[in-house]
């Protein structure tokens, strides 16, 4: 039947090599299994239908054969009571039952094997998407895994390193030389601080009178 053409696609179908031409395999994955899920709810009414076919084959069969059953039974009668002409016609409707009977046989027999198989492909479409189900989050993940793993390999690809520790170095001897020039500047205000300072000056004055009054009582000790 062409609704389970779709169907039978689906079912053989390779869900990885369809990520390999997906452009967004997380959506390709969605779709597949909304596709499953509609071409399955599809195949089930046809199948409800085919069932529903069936059923009333059978009943029709099953009427026609009882039809037959009372018509025999009514000729008997009818043979038993000495009326052969009353039994011919009840045998003559009888002769109609089952051709009738014989007719819905047949037809009972395709709705059984349209049964089977509409039956067996659903069956099997509910297996492949319960398997679909299964691997979507896992496949997601995988897919999710890979574009980052792609995007790091492309931003380190980007990266020159040569270049990034050549600029890198050179920021270094910046930073040493901003920071040599600072100590020299601070050696610098260090010293004109001690030139320049009356307190050290006074210092200095008082240790060379106490040195030479030292050495004038010394002096004098010798004389005497």
């Given at each position: 039947m062409a609704v389970f053409q779709r169907i039978g696609d689906l079912i053989k179908a390779n869900i990885n090599d369809l990520l390999d031409k997906a452009e967004d395999p997380e959506k390709m994955i969605k779709q597949i299994i909304l596709d499953m899920?509609?071409?399955?709810?599809?195949?089930?009414?046809?199948?409800?239908?085919?069932?529903?076919?069936q059923k009333q084959m059978q009943k029709n069969l099953e009427r026609s054969q009882a039809e037959s059953a009372q018509w025999e039974n009514k000729a008997k009668l009818a043979l038993k009571a000495g009326n052969q002409d009353l039994a011919k016609q009840a045998l003559a409707k009888k002769v109609n039952a089952d051709k009738q009977a014989e007719e819905y046989r047949k037809l009972y027999d395709q709705a059984t094997v349209q049964v089977?198989?509409?039956?067996?492909?659903?069956?099997?479409?509910?297996l492949k998407l319960d398997e679909a189900?299964?691997?979507?989050?896992?496949?997601?993940?995988?897919?999710?895994?890979?574009?980052?793993?792609?995007?790091?390999?492309?931003?380190?690809?980007?990266?020159?390193?040569?270049?990034?520790?050549?600029k890198f170095n050179k920021m270094e001897e910046k930073?040493?030389?901003?920071?040599?020039?600072?100590?020299?500047?601070?050696?610098?205000?260090?010293?004109?601080?001690?030139?320049?300072?009356?307190?050290k000056d006074l210092e200095s004055a008082s240790a060379v009178?106490?040195?030479?009054?030292?050495?004038?009582?010394?002096?004098?000790?010798d004389a005497e």
């Open positions: 899920e509609k071409e399955l709810a599809n195949g089930t009414e046809v199948l409800g239908k085919a069932m529903a076919s089977t198989t509409v039956k067996a492909q659903v069956d099997a479409l509910k189900r299964t691997r979507q989050s896992t496949l997601i993940a995988r897919s999710q895994m890979a574009d980052a793993q792609k995007s790091m390999s492309k931003a380190i690809g980007n990266i020159d390193s040569s270049s990034a520790y050549s930073i040493s030389a901003k920071e040599a020039e600072a100590e020299a500047f601070a050696e610098i205000s260090g010293s004109s601080d001690l030139v320049n300072d009356p307190f009178d106490a040195e030479l009054a030292r050495l004038m009582a010394e002096m004098n000790e």
